[in-house]
């Protein structure tokens, strides 16, 4: 029977050792240590399980959880082993000795050596190494030689004498290197931009280092990550600046470069989408590797060994890709400030999604050496709140959970491919812990989304394509600096109906006070649009009475004074009573003359054309109408410029340019009924 997958965790407390499926139990040799415990770490074998205390470090045998031999050295921060386990290196806080001299807090051991009884056991290196990052050896895959660096240089040792540099590269400004895996024994150094210079990454074959085998030089790189794949054939430079000259992102800009081992190939990585890139990660099978880019929501693509996209998975809340050993499966994800949402897909059956998984709040995500499970675990300090443990099969169902109290650090114990079962990693399901169902039974149900907010004279028509998502069909996100813009699909205009939009439902308009159906409207809205209609009739009567211009259309007349008839009459009875009867007559004059005005004038009143209501209304209908199809072939003709001057369009606007012919012929129709 083959030994069970093991991980290992560290709390604020404690340090446990743990075998996950098919047992799910501690290790039963291993004596938990407590009190304040820095670190732990396994060998690149699994042979080997170490940890510091206060006290020293402590070697055991991760099968069985034995102690196999511990290191004279407290206050350690942090630990290391060389690809085979053969050597330990140690890492302290950089102090000062009794004559002001920095101390050599980096110490390198041999992991098992013999020893007399009463011998103390000795680091056969020792280094001043006063920054945390970077700060272990590199070995090559064969542990025959390791590599530091220090100011404008390499420095190569025989790892079995430390005291003595081996071989030296020299490299003005160098600030990174990567010693590659595999039996290709090359190392790739980084200088930076320099007084105008551009930043350069070279390759050199250890140990010849007269000259580059390989090199690419570049701007906009303050520092970079050098990933290399499993075999060492091929190099990732991801060039990162501090800041963003452009003002597009807070933090800083991001390019990506490909480079061969040998020289052959180099070029810059195109991505086409605008925005930073997320992660980046290469496929164990070295062939290819896997990228998230873009403003969110993010794109992710396979690229293969020479840069080629040859697959992209649906946009989405994305900023992790995370092969599985086997490389069959990779793990697509949204951590940090997402939502923790993990998509796995199986690369070998056409990039087949198999399963979304809701982890919740991981600020760790691996997966398990047999690529049959994944471990997420919420950690301090980002989180010090629902730590835990959690282990999903592949196929997205739930195996273990275990919460914690400040959870610091998970790791799989590393197991070669040469002992790993030869078994589908879907088929069959294993079955889960008794942990795993109690943990369902505590999760709630999801309710239904709310949705966005939407004014009332936008509910029942469909979202402008501005207003969408991406993922969803909408604009692409773009960054104007402040500048005014128009962008793909009208994003920065007014707030206005897109022209063509159609309502979400058939029959219930979007513009407040346009005509409703009857059979739409509750019994209230009825009774009172039956209230309106009676007022409207009962006022059309009286106003019947009056005098024929004043039934048409046209402004009611008014007197020499400004003010209306009516008003005039009210003001001048008013007056007639109060005066005196001398007045009388000459009030009665006024009347008089007025009266004959009055009916010189009617017959011309008469005279005058009268438009019919209906025939107005169908006529600004026709107008609006034609108005509308004009701006929806503007905005056409928009999109047939930006597309012929090389922009990509979305779909939806390339459905929208073959609309044209139709939309003309619309627009000629209503311009003949017009005429």
């Given at each position: 029977?083959?030994?069970?997958?093991?991980?290992?965790?560290?709390?604020?407390?404690?340090?446990?050792?743990?075998?996950?499926?098919?047992?799910?139990?501690?290790?039963?040799?291993?004596?938990?240590?407590?009190?304040?415990?820095?670190?732990?770490?396994?060998?690149?074998?699994?042979?080997?399980?170490?940890?510091?205390?206060?006290?020293?470090?402590?070697?055991?045998?991760?099968?069985?959880?034995?102690?196999?031999?511990?290191?004279?050295?407290?206050?350690?921060?942090?630990?290391?082993?060389?690809?085979?386990?053969?050597?330990?290196?140690?890492?302290?806080?950089?102090?000062?000795?009794?004559?002001?001299?920095?101390?050599?807090?980096?110490?390198?051991?041999?992991?098992?050596?013999?020893?007399?009884?009463?011998?103390?056991?000795?680091?056969?290196?020792?280094?001043?190494?006063?920054?945390?990052?970077?700060?272990?050896?590199?070995?090559?895959?064969?542990?025959?030689?390791?590599?530091?660096?220090?100011?404008?240089?390499?420095?190569?040792?025989?790892?079995?004498?430390?005291?003595?540099?081996?071989?030296?590269?020299?490299?003005?400004?160098?600030?990174?290197?990567?010693?590659?895996?595999?039996?290709?024994?090359?190392?790739?150094?980084?200088?930076?931009?320099?007084?105008?210079?551009?930043?350069?990454?070279?390759?050199?074959?250890?140990?010849?280092?007269?000259?580059?085998?390989?090199?690419?030089?570049f701007f906009k790189a303050d520092k970079v990550q050098l990933k290399w794949n499993q075999l060492g054939t091929a190099l990732i430079v991801l060039a990162q600046t501090e800041v963003d000259k452009s003002n597009k992102s807070y933090y800083g800009e991001t390019n990506m470069?490909?480079?061969?081992?040998?020289?052959?190939?180099?070029?810059?990585?195109?991505?086409?989408?605008?925005g930073p890139i997320h992660d980046v990660s290469w496929s164990p099978n070295s062939k290819e590797f896997g990228v998230v880019y873009g403003y969110m929501p993010a794109k992710t693509t396979i690229f293969n060994h020479r840069a080629v996209a040859t697959h992209s998975f649906?946009?989405?809340?994305?900023?992790?890709?995370?092969?599985?050993?086997?490389?069959?499966?990779?793990?697509?994800?949204?951590?940090?400030?997402?939502?923790?949402?993990?998509?796995?897909?199986?690369?070998?059956?056409?990039?087949?999604?198999?399963?979304?998984?809701?982890?919740?709040?991981?600020?760790?995500?691996?997966?398990?050496?047999?690529?049959?499970?994944?471990?997420?675990?919420?950690?301090?300090?980002?989180?010090?709140?629902?730590?835990?443990?959690?282990?999903?099969?592949?196929?997205?169902?739930?195996?273990?959970?275990?919460?914690?109290?400040?959870?610091?650090?998970?790791?799989?114990?590393?197991?070669?491919?040469?002992?790993?079962?030869?078994?589908?990693?879907?088929?069959?399901?294993?079955?889960?812990?008794?942990?795993?169902?109690?943990?369902?039974?505590?999760?709630?149900?999801?309710?239904?989304?709310?949705?966005?907010?939407r004014p009332p004279g936008a509910r029942g028509s469909s979202t402008p394509l501005h207003f969408k998502r991406e993922d969803e069909g909408g604009a692409a996100h773009s960054v104007s600096n402040g500048v005014p813009q128009v962008g793909p699909n009208g994003f920065g205009?007014?707030?206005?109906?897109?022209?063509?939009?159609?309502?979400?439902?058939?029959?219930?308009?979007?513009?407040?006070?346009?005509?409703?159906?009857?059979?739409?409207?509750?019994?209230?809205?009825?009774?009172?649009?039956?209230?309106?209609?009676?007022?409207?009739?009962?006022?059309?009567?009286?106003?019947?009475?009056?005098?024929?211009?004043?039934?048409?259309?046209?402004?009611?007349?008014?007197?020499?004074?400004?003010?209306?008839?009516?008003?005039?009459?009210?003001?001048?009875?008013?007056?007639?009573?109060?005066?005196?009867?001398?007045?009388?007559?000459?009030?009665?004059?006024?009347?008089?003359?007025?009266?004959?005005?009055?009916?010189?004038?009617?017959?011309?009143?008469?005279?005058?054309?009268?438009?019919?209501?209906?025939?107005?209304?169908?006529?600004?209908?026709?107008?609006?109408?034609?108005?509308?199809?004009?701006?929806?072939?503007?905005?056409?003709?928009?999109?047939?410029?930006?597309?012929?001057?090389?922009?990509?369009?979305?779909?939806?606007?390339?459905?929208?340019?073959?609309?044209?012919?139709?939309?003309?012929?619309?627009?000629?129709?209503?311009?003949?009924?017009?005429?």
């Amino acid at each position: 029977m083959a030994s069970p997958l093991q991980f290992a965790y560290r709390t604020q407390k404690a340090i446990g050792v743990f075998d996950a499926d098919p047992v799910y139990e501690a290790l039963p040799g291993f004596t938990q240590p407590e009190g304040n415990l820095r670190c732990c770490v396994y060998s690149g074998c699994g042979r080997y399980f170490a940890y510091a205390t206060n006290e020293g470090v402590v070697i055991v045998d991760a099968s069985v959880g034995h102690v196999l031999t511990s290191l004279p050295i407290p206050a350690v921060y942090d630990l290391s082993f060389s690809p085979h386990g053969t050597y330990l290196s140690t890492w302290e806080r950089p102090a000062k000795d009794e004559n002001g001299d920095a101390t050599k807090n980096l110490k390198i051991w041999r992991t098992i050596e013999e020893l007399a009884d009463d011998a103390e056991k000795q680091p056969i290196g020792k280094f001043v190494q006063k920054s945390a990052n970077g700060w272990n050896l590199q070995y090559t895959e064969d542990e025959r030689f390791c590599a530091r660096i220090v100011t404008n240089e390499v420095q190569f040792y025989n790892s079995n004498d430390l005291g003595t540099v081996w071989n030296k590269l020299r490299v003005e400004g160098v600030s990174d290197f990567a010693l590659a895996p595999g039996k290709n024994q090359n190392v790739a150094v980084f200088v930076p931009e320099r007084k105008g210079h551009p930043a350069s990454v070279k390759v050199f074959n250890v140990p010849q280092f007269t000259s580059p085998i390989s090199q690419k030089t570049f701007f906009k790189a303050d520092k970079v990550q050098l990933k290399w794949n499993q075999l060492g054939t091929a190099l990732i430079v991801l060039a990162q600046t501090e800041v963003d000259k452009s003002n597009k992102s807070y933090y800083g800009e991001t390019n990506m470069y490909l480079l061969s081992a040998n020289g052959s190939f180099d070029a810059r990585v195109t991505l086409d989408k605008e925005g930073p890139i997320h992660d980046v990660s290469w496929s164990p099978n070295s062939k290819e590797f896997g990228v998230v880019y873009g403003y969110m929501p993010a794109k992710t693509t396979i690229f293969n060994h020479r840069a080629v996209a040859t697959h992209s998975f649906p946009l989405g809340p994305r900023n992790t890709i995370i092969f599985s050993p086997t490389g069959r499966f990779a793990l697509v994800a949204g951590f940090g400030n997402l939502a923790g949402q993990i998509d796995v897909y199986d690369l070998e059956k056409d990039y087949r999604k198999i399963t979304t998984i809701e982890s919740g709040n991981p600020s760790v995500c691996t997966w398990s050496p047999d690529s049959r499970f994944i471990l997420t675990a919420t950690t301090s300090p980002r989180l010090r709140v629902d730590n835990g443990i959690k282990l999903w099969h592949v196929g997205g169902g739930i195996m273990y959970n275990e919460d914690m109290v400040e959870l610091y650090n998970v790791i799989w114990r590393p197991v070669p491919a040469a002992n790993l079962p030869n078994v589908d990693p879907l088929h069959p399901v294993p079955t889960p812990h008794p942990s795993a169902l109690a943990y369902l039974g505590t999760v709630k149900t999801p309710s239904k989304p709310v949705g966005a907010y939407r004014p009332p004279g936008a509910r029942g028509s469909s979202t402008p394509l501005h207003f969408k998502r991406e993922d969803e069909g909408g604009a692409a996100h773009s960054v104007s600096n402040g500048v005014p813009q128009v962008g793909p699909n009208g994003f920065g205009r007014p707030r206005r109906q897109i022209p063509g939009a159609e309502f979400a439902e058939p029959g219930r308009p979007s513009v407040p006070g346009a005509v409703v159906d009857d059979e739409n409207l509750s019994k209230t809205a009825l009774k009172n649009k039956k209230k309106r209609n009676k007022k409207a009739k009962e006022g059309q009567a009286g106003e019947g009475a009056t005098t024929p211009n004043e039934g048409g259309l046209a402004p009611p007349r008014e007197s020499v004074d400004g003010r209306s008839p009516d008003r005039n009459h009210q003001r001048h009875h008013s007056r007639s009573q109060s005066r005196s009867n001398n007045l009388a007559v000459r009030t009665q004059n006024n009347h008089r003359s007025r009266s004959n005005v009055r009916q010189s004038n009617a017959p011309a009143q008469q005279a005058a054309p009268v438009v019919d209501a209906a025939a107005a209304a169908a006529q600004s209908a026709d107008a609006k109408k034609i108005r509308s199809l004009q701006k929806k072939i503007r905005a056409i003709e928009d999109l047939e410029m930006r597309h012929a001057g090389g922009e990509k369009l979305e779909d939806t606007q390339l459905k929208k340019i073959a609309t044209k012919g139709s939309v003309i012929k619309e627009l000629e129709a209503l311009e003949r009924e017009g005429h």
